[in-house]
């Protein structure tokens, strides 16, 4: 099976707002030129199977990236990280004290009326799972960065604390070769300059 997860491109919303699941559009610009690149770099099959976050910034690269017969499939499980109270905020304006509360311990600690990564972790670590488990020859993920995140700890079986050091831009892709059991294969896809 080979499977690609796929960042959403950049969204239009200000670099200093905590977005989280907020429905936000993306800047049009960084969108056409993703779906261009995605296109070249990866030759999908026509019956691909492709899976999404249920925001709309993923939803819109899922259906640019699907071929005729292909349809895409919304999961919850891919979602972003929920930051409650914080969604929408700028970071300068979110309380200090349970920013610092959060800071001590990301992995563990909920953003208030939100999630924990751990959380995160167990959702999208679910959803790989049941991913797996299937038959597909090839599937794309259309989500965001804590979920790649998380989804390759879950699949290089790694300390979760470890995964806070991936850095992912608007548009990544990572190609996984799994074969029903572990991958034989994890590959970043270079982007064009």
């Known amino acids: 099976m080979v499977i690609y997860l796929i960042r959403h491109s950049m969204p239009d919303v ?13 800047l049009k610009w960084h969108f056409e030129r993703t779906v261009k690149r995605l296109k070249k770099q990866l030759i999908l099959k026509k019956n691909v199977d492709i899976f999404s976050s249920p925001a709309k910034r993923c939803v819109q690269l899922a259906r640019a990236l699907s071929k005729s017969k292909c349809r895409v499939k919304v999961d919850w499980r891919i979602m972003e990280l929920n930051f409650g109270s914080w969604e929408m905020k700028s970071w300068e304006d979110i309380d200090d004290d349970a920013l ?47 979920v790649i995140k998380a989804i390759l700890t879950c699949v290089l079986e790694m300390p979760l604390k470890n995964s806070l050091s991936f850095q992912f831009r608007y548009g990544d892709a990572i190609r996984i070769e799994w074969n029903g059991h572990h991958p034989s294969l994890v590959e970043f896809i270079s982007r064009d300059s």
């Not at 200000?14 to 993306?26: F, H």
């Open 100 to 146: 610092l509360s959060w800071c001590k311990d990301v992995i563990n600690e909920k953003v208030p009326d939100g999630e924990s990564y751990a959380q995160l972790y167990e959702r999208a670590c679910d959803f790989w799972r049941w991913l797996t488990a299937k038959e597909y020859e090839e599937a794309v993920i259309c989500t965001h960065g804590g």
């Open 14 to 26: 200000q670099p200093d707002v905590c977005y989280g699941q907020s429905d936000v559009g993306v």
